[in-house]
């Protein structure tokens, strides 16, 4: 019998600024060899502020001298609990320079969630935005009593705090600034090695309490290498850092690879005014997860309902010659005249107003993109492709320029002998990927899980089921685990299902459930409340809060009607039978989301247990009594009725 096929990935060389190197060894270079090139540009009060390579690096030093000064040093950890800033990037290199490790945490992540981490890590210095995320470590009370300082960076709200060491960013800049002598703290950067850890990234923990990844330079490196040669990413392009750095991509994406390459990075001012700010920087270089993806479609669904009718045909008009443009049909008659004048009249202007005009490579990560939004977006114009991997095993695959696949998860991504041996892929008995690639360094004080994953010589077990097509490209179906049987023996993909209904407009989130116990798969939807409030508004339907809205016949009408476009993808017994709209929408505060907005299966399967009953049970309706957390921590529940869709009888 023959073995298994093997993919390998492209090896390419000549690009050598990474070779042997650190972050901190990196941005040292940066500053002598582009001293006076922008790195980072920050909007502050409206306005973008630009700092140089040799600015940054200065600041960098300044800080590492600032937090040697109270006592931190190699062997220590800085926890980071903030939105993307220009800060928290200063903050982690200068940790990093000094021998010791760096950890990112959602900024809205719960006091529970925070104090795991913290504790887990055993960091005893944190880095807080500001009072909302000081006020949450004092809330854990175990980890802020063995706090040896709380820096922030705002100071609005804390000024009568002194229950603890709490100490300013700014003031500890100043306490860095007392001290010229970088000599030691640049021998430290040229110590340090490719192998040491640079990063603890926590996994999501859908499954369970969030492990702690290590992450070294080498890897780090590496696969911001990869991003580069897969895109053709070329210096002095803009990045916008939107993505927390506490995803193990964005520290690839958005920390490492500006160094690397070198490009500049952006820094938002707030995240609700990302959007404006796209506009105005016109990134070439941006990612997004699938759900921020999926919303920027819905503000273009929602804007199109606005508007005239003539209008809306016109759109309509428009998108579909970009997706024939995209799909490759080509004549003569289309490259000259349709195609420009489809791009004048309508695609141009949505590039414009979604702030993706310059865009030369942008990517969607966190788990699959529905194929329909994937063509959407390059109808638009919009060069977006699929990245593949993991906090584990890093980047594994992406689409690039002249991928037209969009049921892929695009091809493995290159290397550079120098840094890592080229990357092997194979799909074994079980029909899960496998790879020989250059992994972390293991779980923080997790040997047992670290060994699970397999090593280097076997190949490391990804845990996902895929196919890989005759062109080497990936198709993601998913995890291993959560494939799922019904009682007849028919398997289904719970993702694939999920993935492709969030492509529509009306859908927020949305998740199946069927079991060897069952005898067909049900969905619960979560709906989109703007989007669906405006679909009401047009259609003249009247309602007052979103329980109402969410169970209004022509809605559930709409969501039945994709239900049944997306069930028609899959094997006839594999399809979505019956489903709910939920009369609330999924938190993450409520434990039925995790903080990159991944489904907690589990715990929706437990608070919703009644509405799954009832559609297998053929209920034309529940009611539905579910607790909420409200934003000041108190408890209620909300009494709502919610109507069973039976397909065929969604009325």
């Known amino acids: 019998m023959s073995g298994p096929r093997i993919f390998h990935a492209e090896t390419v060389t000549g690009h050598r600024r990474s070779l042997g190197a650190t972050l901190p060894q990196l941005l040292q270079r940066n500053a002598v060899e582009f001293p006076d090139r922008i790195a980072i540009r920050s909007k502050r009060d409206g306005i973008w502020r630009p700092k140089t390579w040799s600015m940054i690096r200065d600041e960098v030093l300044e800080t590492a001298r600032g937090l040697a000064s109270i006592g931190f040093d190699r062997g220590d950890v800085l926890a980071i609990v903030s939105e993307n800033r220009e800060e928290s990037f200063v903050g982690e290199l200068a940790a990093i320079a000094l021998g010791a490790v760096s950890v990112s945490i959602f900024p809205d992540s719960t006091a529970q969630e925070l104090g795991f981490i913290l504790g ?71 110590e340090a090695g490719p192998s040491d850890i640079a990063v603890y990234c926590y996994t999501s923990g859908t499954t369970g309490k969030p492990k702690g990844a290590m992450l070294s330079h080498g890897f780090i490196l590496d696969n911001a290498f990869r991003l580069m040669a897969s895109l053709d990413i070329a210096p002095n392009g803009n990045y916008l850092s939107y993505i927390s750095p506490a995803w193990a991509a964005e520290q690839f994406m958005g920390i490492a690879l500006p160094m690397l390459t070198p490009l500049v990075l952006h820094f938002a001012e707030k995240p609700e005014t990302v959007q404006a700010d796209l506009r105005e920087i016109g990134p070439e270089f941006l990612m997004f997860t699938p759900r921020q993806w999926e919303m920027q479609a819905s503000e273009v669904d929602a804007r199109m309902m606005d508007a005239p009718d003539w209008q809306y045909s016109l759109y309509q008009w428009g998108l579909q010659k970009g997706r024939e443009k995209a799909a490759g049909k080509e004549s003569l008659w289309r490259r000259a005249v349709v195609y420009p004048l489809a791009d004048q009249l309508v695609l141009k202007g949505i590039r414009d107003w979604l702030g993706l005009t310059n865009t030369r490579a942008v990517l969607s990560g966190g788990s699959g993109l529905s194929a329909e939004l994937f063509e959407r977006f390059r109808a638009f114009g919009v060069p977006l492709g699929n990245l593949y991997g993991s906090s584990e095993l890093g980047l594994i695959s992406t689409h690039t320029s002249t991928s037209k696949s969009p049921e892929t998860m695009g091809t493995l991504m290159p290397s550079d002998p120098d840094i890592a041996p080229p990357m092997r892929a194979w799909v074994d008995e079980k029909g899960q990927l496998r790879l020989h690639v250059l992994a972390f360094s293991g779980y923080l004080d997790d040997p047992e899980a670290s060994t699970d994953l397999g090593t280097t010589e076997e190949g490391f077990a990804t845990g996902d089921a895929v196919k890989i097509d005759a062109n080497g490209e990936l ?40 079991d060897e116990e069952r005898d067909h798969v049900i969905a619960l939807i979560n709906v989109d409340a703007e989007i669906c409030g405006r679909f009401a508004e047009r259609a003249g339907l009247s309602y007052g809060t979103f329980p109402e809205l969410s169970q209004l016949a022509p809605i559930r009408e709409e969501v039945a009607r994709a239900v049944e476009r997306v069930s028609a993808i899959v094997d006839p017994g594999a399809r979505i039978v019956s489903f709910a709209n939920l009369a609330k929408e999924l938190d993450a505060d409520e434990a039925e989301l995790t903080r990159s907005r991944k489904l907690r299966r589990s715990a929706i399967q437990q608070k919703y247990a009644a509405i799954i009953e009832a559609l297998y049970a053929g209920e034309p309706s529940v009611h539905s009594q579910i607790e909420v957390t409200y934003r000041d921590g108190r408890k209620g529940t909300l009494n709502a009725e919610v109507i069973m869709n039976h397909l065929g009888a969604a009325k």
């Open 475 to 514: 198709i993601f179906l998913d995890r291993l685990k959560d494939l799922r049987r019904l009682r007849s023996g028919q398997a289904y993909p719970p993702q694939f299902l999920e993935n492709h209904l969030r492509a529509s407009p009306l859908i927020r989130d949305v998740i199946v459930f069927g």
């Open 120 to 190: 887990h890590c055993r960091a005893r210095y944190i880095l807080c935005e500001d009072q909302e995320q000081v006020d949450k470590v004092l809330a854990c009370t175990e980890a802020a009593e063995a706090m040896r300082a709380i820096l922030y960076i705002e100071p609005r709200g804390l000024w009568d705090y002194d229950t603890h060491p709490l100490i300013s960013l700014a003031s500890l800049r100043e306490q860095g600034a007392a001290y010229k002598d970088n000599t030691w703290i640049e021998d430290r950067i040229s």
